[in-house]
């Protein structure tokens, strides 16, 4: 019997039981911790001090109590003039017939009264003063932003964009409030770079203000446009593709080389400094060639070697491009069904010259002296 007993204590299962029933109880505390003071409460409010609304018909239940008759009457045996207060309503025999009142319980009643009709005046009080405040603030944060607006919302004027620029070159981008994410990101990786001249156009004032909250140089475009999705191959992201060459024109105008990107790409580094080997190109463009023609070499795609469709996700664009650009625009605004990337290629290739010999491999086209192809 003894040996038994140790080998009872040894099993390996005495402590697994062990601890099953510890973890039960500390479930079952845990549990009661969680539901205890809910139940508590409730059963608090709903049986040991029932929860009255109005403390006149809490009273009223009191003296019922006290004189063992009913005192409320259906709709009470006065008549009660329009416009009445709660007490004149409440004392004149809306909720009780007064007759069957003592004195005592009478201006025990007028007191309840008096103290309903204080507390619905204070919290209408409260409720217009928390109203005044709530207009008050709003009213100082629409002021702030609107500073704050004023500050990083760019008049697009030339002195104000070559303050921006840096060696003349400025990244443009722009979105709506929907992509505000997307162009957070773009910002990011341009800061990541030590990228500083760039800026960012805003398509509604959603992302407007979301810029310059955040210190973000932008710009007003005032599209009019959706603040949603304008849904790839739209009639709303054909207009939104028609914004982007305004834009080109515009900062062309301003005497900048502007480097327009699409809000999802991500700048891994700076590319001014291979820009700047190939001054003599109005216009730089990506392509959808997929395979490198130059190997692993920076250099730019030899073409038309690399003759697939050229992609305007990204471009740069020179103070001599404008004809070029200005001649797009037509095009794009003639006809609302053509696609601003095949206007594009089609314009970009009309009339070109290959130039085989170029170092640079440029080629040349009727409405831009050189153009080349990134990679």
């Known amino acids: 019997m003894k040996q038994s007993k140790q080998q009872l ?39 040991i001090h029932r929860y009255e609304a109005d403390p006149v018909l809490a009273l009223i239940r009191e003296l019922e109590q006290e004189s063992g008759q009913p005192l409320a009457a259906a709709g009470g045996n006065r008549k009660v003039e329009p416009g009445a207060s709660p007490q004149q309503q409440l004392v004149t025999g809306k909720h009780v017939d007064l007759s069957k009142l003592t004195l005592e319980q009478l201006e025990r009643l007028k007191e309840k009264a008096r103290e309903k009709q204080w507390e619905d005046e204070w919290w209408k009080l409260y409720q ?62 341009m800061r990541m770079q030590n990228i500083t001249n760039f800026m960012v156009g805003a398509m509604d004032d959603r992302i407007l203000a979301s810029m310059a909250r955040r210190s973000i140089p932008t710009f007003s475009m005032q599209s009019g446009l959706t603040t949603g999705d304008f849904g790839w191959g739209s009639p709303t992201f054909a207009k939104m593709g028609r914004k982007k060459i305004n834009l080109v024109a515009m900062f062309l105008k301003l005497d900048v080389q502007v480097v327009i990107s699409d809000v999802d790409v991500m700048w891994l580094r700076d590319p001014v400094p291979f820009f700047k080997r190939f001054t003599d190109a109005d216009v730089l463009t990506s ?44 095009i794009i605004e003639s006809d609302d069904k053509i696609w601003d990337q095949n206007a594009f290629n089609d314009l970009a290739r009309k009339g070109q010259q290959i130039l085989p010999d170029d170092p640079n491999h440029f080629f040349k086209g009727v409405w831009s002296w050189c153009t080349a192809v990134c990679g």
């Open 9 to 47: 204590e040894r099993s390996p299962f005495r402590g697994l039981a062990v601890g099953i029933i510890a973890a039960t109880g500390l479930l079952l505390l845990f549990l009661l911790y969680l539901l205890g003071r809910p139940l508590y409460w409730k059963f608090y409010a709903e049986v």
């Open 128 to 189: 217009k003063k928390e109203d005044e405040r709530r207009v008050k603030m709003a009213a100082s944060h629409r002021s702030k932003e609107k500073s704050t607006i004023s500050m990083f919302n760019i008049t697009l004027t030339r002195e104000n964009v070559h303050r921006v620029a840096k060696d003349g070159y400025l990244f443009v981008t722009w979105a709506n409030h929907h992509y505000t994410d997307f162009a957070l990101t773009w910002v990011q990786h």
């Open 287 to 330: 392509t959808d060639h997929l395979t490198p023609t130059v190997g692993a070499r920076e250099e730019l795609e030899k073409y038309p070697e690399a003759g697939s469709a050229f992609n305007i996700g990204i471009m740069l664009f020179r103070k001599k491009a404008l004809p070029f650009v200005e001649e797009w625009i037509h």
